[in-house]
């Protein structure tokens, strides 16, 4: 990519719904630039629980119908969802309404190519450089709207097929955060041996406004706690568009992204997958873990989009995220977490695992997340005046790193510190976050 993303950040377009950059007008411009670009004649729709959802979509496929393409809308679906249908239907692309973890005011756009794969940072930039003309085709052909409420159960059955039965385990809660797999999780238990054991479904009564708010993946506490207060052996908690998992083990303790890469990458080594692709943000204790299993890791700026590239460069069949997304190439094609929780369940089974000692036997380095929040644009910040200060510090980490990026879907500059010692990561966390302020 020669040139910068205006409008596009690490997952689509985002921003405070009906205002900005996120107002029905610019929805309807998206979806005709996007039919224009993809020359799309069958794309799907999907959704999360967001009470600006249902005024995005018609706008957004109003644009894709004013160019002659029909619109398949799945309603409330997870954003992996989408993706399955697309390639269900043989559809030329889809697109996702949602801001995933970010609070009920905020929303998005994303879109999908015709292999259910986000598109790439080249291809958002030719859908933005035909958004600055805004010009309507001069065909008179409108295509189609189809409610298809089906394709909700489809993924769901389809997720629930990749169990082994003797996998599922009883007294299992999963936390739906108020979000796209409120509606799908239902399906899936009822479909599996989930429906004959002990099974608690949370934050799945949505209204518009409760979406990840104190549940799910950013409020960890709230599955946690049920856990323990319920006697719970395990439970699962997604975001607003189920894109990620995180997991509570019996004694409410988190199993982050990296340990499932962990698990899985141990699974899927059975069957040949010797690489594993992690983001600049794992910690450094999982190379280290997957190294003693012979398997080698590669790393990738953050975003599942360049998980996913580097997994086709360097032909690795597992990917992912401290923060939940993982993609298993042979079962998806983007983040997934409802797939994500039924391969975890596999590869425990297979491997005779014990859950309840994960997070004691992983032994993860130090590491501190500190987030500043930008008061200039993002493309604004002087990352080079910043890289230099952080090459002043770097030397003093030993088997260590410092990292720092501006979001892709927040105005935050990120300041990650990882080292073999606390007081090490805790002394330059501080440090860090008081010089580049005036950064920000």
């Given at each position: 990519?020669?040139?910068?993303?205006?409008?596009?950040?690490?997952?689509?377009?985002?921003?405070?719904?009906?205002?900005?950059n996120m107002t029905p007008e610019l929805a309807l411009r998206l979806g005709r630039a996007f039919v224009q670009f993809t020359h799309a004649k069958r794309i799907v729709i999907g959704s999360d629980t967001r009470i600006s959802g249902r005024m995005l979509e018609g706008a957004l496929y109003s644009g894709m119908s004013s160019e002659g393409a029909d619109v398949y809308t799945?309603?409330?679906?997870?954003?992996?969802?989408?993706?399955?249908?697309?390639?269900?239907?043989?559809?030329?692309?889809?697109?996702?309404?949602?801001?995933?973890?970010?609070?009920?005011?905020?929303?998005?756009?994303?879109?999908?190519?015709?292999?259910?794969?986000?598109?790439?940072?080249?291809?958002?930039?030719?859908?933005?450089?035909?958004?600055?003309?805004?010009?309507?085709?001069?065909?008179?052909?409108?295509?189609?709207?189809?409610?298809?409420?089906?394709?909700?159960?489809?993924?769901?059955?389809?997720?629930?097929?990749l169990l082994n039965p003797e996998a599922a385990i009883d007294k299992t809660a999963f936390d739906c955060a108020n979000g796209a797999s409120a509606k799908s999780v239902p399906v899936l238990v009822q479909s599996t041996k989930f429906s004959r054991l002990k099974t608690s479904i949370i934050e799945k009564d949505y209204d518009g406004l409760n979406i990840n708010r104190q549940c799910g993946v950013m409020h960890m506490a709230n599955l946690t706690g049920f856990v323990k207060e319920n006697g719970m052996n395990i439970g699962f908690a997604f975001d607003g568009d189920?894109?990620?998992?995180?997991?509570?083990?019996?004694?409410?303790?988190?199993?982050?992204?990296?340990?499932?890469?962990?698990?899985?990458?141990?699974?899927?080594?059975?069957?040949?997958?010797?690489?594993?692709?992690?983001?600049?943000?794992?910690?450094?204790?999982?190379?280290?873990?997957l190294a003693n299993e012979g398997i080698k890791t590669l790393r990738c700026p953050v975003g599942?989009?360049?998980?996913?590239?580097?997994?086709?460069?360097?032909?690795?069949?597992?990917?992912?995220?401290?923060?939940?997304?993982?993609?298993?190439?042979?079962?998806?094609?983007t983040g997934d977490g409802l797939c994500t929780a039924m391969l975890f369940l596999n590869a425990v089974h297979d491997l005779d695992e014990d859950v309840s000692t994960l997070v004691d036997r992983f032994g993860r380095y130090p590491q501190r997340l500190t987030n500043l929040t930008l008061k200039r644009p993002r493309e604004a910040v002087d990352m080079k005046a910043i890289d230099v200060i952080v090459s002043e510090y770097q030397e003093k980490v030993t088997n260590g790193r410092i990292f720092i990026r501006t979001s892709g879907t927040e105005p935050l500059l990120r300041i990650l510190v990882e080292a073999p010692e606390n007081d090490t990561v805790t002394e330059l966390s501080e440090i860090l976050s008081s010089r580049l302020e005036e950064y920000c």
């Amino acid at each position: 990519m020669t040139r910068e993303r205006k409008l596009f950040g690490t997952d689509g377009v985002r921003d405070l719904a009906n205002s900005g950059n996120m107002t029905p007008e610019l929805a309807l411009r998206l979806g005709r630039a996007f039919v224009q670009f993809t020359h799309a004649k069958r794309i799907v729709i999907g959704s999360d629980t967001r009470i600006s959802g249902r005024m995005l979509e018609g706008a957004l496929y109003s644009g894709m119908s004013s160019e002659g393409a029909d619109v398949y809308t799945a309603g409330i679906i997870p954003t992996p969802g989408v993706s399955y249908a697309v390639k269900a239907l043989n559809a030329d692309g889809g697109a996702v309404i949602s801001a995933s973890h970010n609070p009920a005011e905020y929303n998005g756009i994303k879109f999908l190519g015709p292999d259910g794969c986000k598109l790439s940072d080249d291809d958002e930039l030719a859908v933005e450089d035909i958004l600055a003309h805004d010009h309507r085709s001069t065909s008179h052909n409108i295509g189609r709207i189809f409610d298809s409420p089906e394709l909700v159960t489809d993924y769901a059955k389809h997720i629930a097929s990749l169990l082994n039965p003797e996998a599922a385990i009883d007294k299992t809660a999963f936390d739906c955060a108020n979000g796209a797999s409120a509606k799908s999780v239902p399906v899936l238990v009822q479909s599996t041996k989930f429906s004959r054991l002990k099974t608690s479904i949370i934050e799945k009564d949505y209204d518009g406004l409760n979406i990840n708010r104190q549940c799910g993946v950013m409020h960890m506490a709230n599955l946690t706690g049920f856990v323990k207060e319920n006697g719970m052996n395990i439970g699962f908690a997604f975001d607003g568009d189920a894109d990620r998992v995180l997991i509570s083990d019996k004694n409410g303790r988190i199993i982050d992204g990296d340990i499932i890469l962990w698990v899985l990458g141990r699974w899927l080594k059975r069957s040949g997958n010797d690489k594993v692709v992690v983001t600049v943000m794992s910690n450094m204790a999982l190379e280290a873990h997957l190294a003693n299993e012979g398997i080698k890791t590669l790393r990738c700026p953050v975003g599942d989009r360049y998980v996913l590239e580097t997994m086709r460069e360097s032909g690795a069949g597992l990917g992912g995220e401290q923060s939940g997304h993982i993609i298993a190439g042979k079962f998806t094609s983007t983040g997934d977490g409802l797939c994500t929780a039924m391969l975890f369940l596999n590869a425990v089974h297979d491997l005779d695992e014990d859950v309840s000692t994960l997070v004691d036997r992983f032994g993860r380095y130090p590491q501190r997340l500190t987030n500043l929040t930008l008061k200039r644009p993002r493309e604004a910040v002087d990352m080079k005046a910043i890289d230099v200060i952080v090459s002043e510090y770097q030397e003093k980490v030993t088997n260590g790193r410092i990292f720092i990026r501006t979001s892709g879907t927040e105005p935050l500059l990120r300041i990650l510190v990882e080292a073999p010692e606390n007081d090490t990561v805790t002394e330059l966390s501080e440090i860090l976050s008081s010089r580049l302020e005036e950064y920000c």
